[in-house]
């Protein structure tokens, strides 16, 4: 029932900038957590953001200062905006959301997006 699309992948040289978008639809009545993931091949699934109702964040080392993830509430939607990227941030990156709604709680991923980085 809760769907999620994303959008803003793409091939990008290193130094470069992307903007990944997330927005939510479905049943919802609200939204607790939302995130971003990313998996490269032969490696698992890891965190590259969360954020909460309230904008709290956290970020692991590998991307702190060069991500930044953020929210609209009243839409839904959640934003990952990547700057100075680098080959090691290659990989399918993967929208995740937390929340309630008519059926109860529901945590719902995306499809992911491939974000590409390459000379």
């Known amino acids: 029932q809760v769907q999620l699309v994303e959008s803003g992948g793409g091939l990008v040289q290193p130094g470069g900038s992307l903007r990944l978008s997330c927005a939510v639809s479905?049943?919802?009545?609200?939204?607790?957590?939302m995130g971003w993931y990313r998996q490269a091949p032969g490696k698992q699934r890891e965190l590259v953001a969360h954020?909460?109702?309230?904008?709290?964040?956290n970020y692991p080392d590998s991307v702190k200062g060069r991500f930044t993830i953020s929210r609209e509430n009243a839409k839904n939607t959640v934003y990952l905006q990547m700057n100075s990227l680098k080959p090691e941030d290659t990989a399918v990156y993967y929208c995740?959301?937390?929340?309630?709604?008519?059926?109860?709680?529901?945590?719902?991923w995306g499809q992911g997006t491939q974000v590409t980085v390459s000379s």
């Open positions: 995740n959301a937390e929340g309630g709604g008519p059926m109860g709680d529901f945590a719902s």
């Open positions: 479905g049943g919802i009545f609200s939204i607790y957590v």
């Open positions: 954020i909460t109702t309230g904008g709290m964040a």
